[in-house]
């Protein structure tokens, strides 16, 4: 059974980091492209990061650009998303997702909450 499970999510001020981890369990890790998405409250989801399983590349929305970085360690099967100068509307639940060549999985997200 495959398992997502994040973590990290908080309360931060503007301009402040927090880290988000996402532990994978039950598929072949470095098999799958991972990402980051979230969701703000009363609307739709939206994408905010991914890293590539192939060649490691790294993909980020404009709006997280620069401030957001998605690194993935194999060994701990765990996906991060470290988030700087988070801004208020960054408050959202973020989730992650494994994608593979014919599957998918997502976790079931961790809140935050953006105070200013």
């Known amino acids: 059974q495959v398992q997502l499970v994040e973590s990290g999510g908080g309360l931060v001020q503007t301009g402040g980091s927090l880290r988000l981890s996402c532990t994978a369990s039950?598929?072949?890790?470095?098999?799958?492209?991972m990402a980051w998405f979230r969701q703000p409250p009363g609307k739709d989801r939206e994408f905010v990061a991914s890293?590539?399983?192939?060649?490691?590349?790294?993909w980020y929305a404009d709006s997280v650009k620069g401030r957001f970085t998605i690194s993935r360690d194999i060994a701990k099967n765990t996906v991060y998303l470290q988030m700087n100068y988070q801004k208020i509307e960054g408050a959202a639940v973020y989730c992650c997702?494994?994608?593979?060549?014919?599957?998918?999985?997502w976790g079931q997200g961790t809140q935050v909450t953006v105070s200013s």
């Open positions: 039950g598929l072949t890790f470095n098999q799958y492209t």
């Open positions: 890293h590539i399983h192939k060649d490691g590349s790294t």
């Open positions: 997702k494994a994608i593979g060549t014919s599957d998918q999985y």
